[in-house]
């Protein structure tokens, strides 16, 4: 089946330095999704980006969606002690499901 | 943006009883809705689509007659897990997805329940 293979599956950073997380897939999807989850809550919506090649910003977050529409990265500038959490990119089925990679958890030491 | 709670946040209960989770969707109807389950340190893995008026669909691999998922309304569903083990412990998270937006219809999280099987 479909899968998505995110990387790293960890980070520790110090506090101002920047961040890099990406996803590949075996398969194209046409919509690429970033997504944020806090400890006992739900993901919330980041990023999402639909054309191959698009770079998309939302404040110090920036993410691309690659040519071969296979693999999108994640970058978070100057981070800060409430970017902890663990950042995943999903990919999005027909019907509207969603599958997740397996989740980059950021840490960030002030 | 939209608002999607889920009912209860947490629940313990014993090894044979059925527990039933509440997702609805606060401020828009959502004709579907989707059920999650996710384990420590894992990732989110997507059980069954809920579809208002009619009968779920289910992933590979899910029991259907376990996890019974009723979309009463165009602002709830729910999830019963029925006869439940100590292997059904785990993160149940709903989402709802709300039409109309430009490019897809995107997907709002609840902030999920946590189940404990004794």
């Known amino acids: 089946g479909q899968q998505l293979n995110q990387s790293p599956q960890s980070m520790f950073i110090q506090e101002g330095e920047d961040v890099s997380m990406n996803c590949t897939s075996s398969?194209?999807?046409?919509?690429w999704l970033w997504y944020k989850q806090d400890p006992g809550e739900g993901p919330v919506l980041l990023i999402a980006?639909?054309?191959?090649?698009e770079l998309t910003s939302n404040g110090r977050l920036t993410a691309q969606f690659g040519i071969t529409r296979k693999d999108s990265f994640l970058n978070i500038s100057a981070s800060i002690p409430s970017d902890v959490g663990i950042y995943f990119c999903?990919?999005?089925?027909?019907?509207?499901?969603?599958?997740f990679g397996q989740g980059t958890e950021l840490s960030v030491k002030p | 943006g939209a608002v999607v709670s889920q009912h209860p946040s947490w629940v313990i209960c014993k090894s044979g009883t059925s527990v039933k989770i509440e997702c609805r969707s606060l401020?828009?109807?959502?004709?579907?809705m989707f059920w999650y389950r996710q384990f420590p340190k894992q990732s989110l893995m997507l059980m069954a689509t809920?579809?208002?008026?009619?009968?779920?669909?289910?992933e590979q691999g899910v029991e259907k007659d376990k996890f019974l998922i009723n979309h009463a309304s165009l602002t709830l569903s729910t999830l019963t897990v029925t006869s439940a083990h100590p292997e059904d412990s785990s993160f149940y998270i709903c989402?709802?997805?709300?039409?109309?937006?430009?490019?897809?219809?995107?997907?709002?999280f609840g902030p999920g329940t946590r189940l404990t099987v004794l």
């Open positions: 989402s709802a997805q709300r039409p109309g937006l430009p490019s897809y219809n995107e997907q709002f």
């Open positions: 398969s194209i999807f046409n919509t």
């Open positions: 980006l639909y054309k191959a090649g």
């Open positions: 999903a990919g999005l089925l027909p019907g509207g499901k969603l599958i």
């Open positions: 401020d828009f109807q959502a004709t579907t």
């Open positions: 809920s579809n208002e008026g009619s009968k779920a669909t289910y």
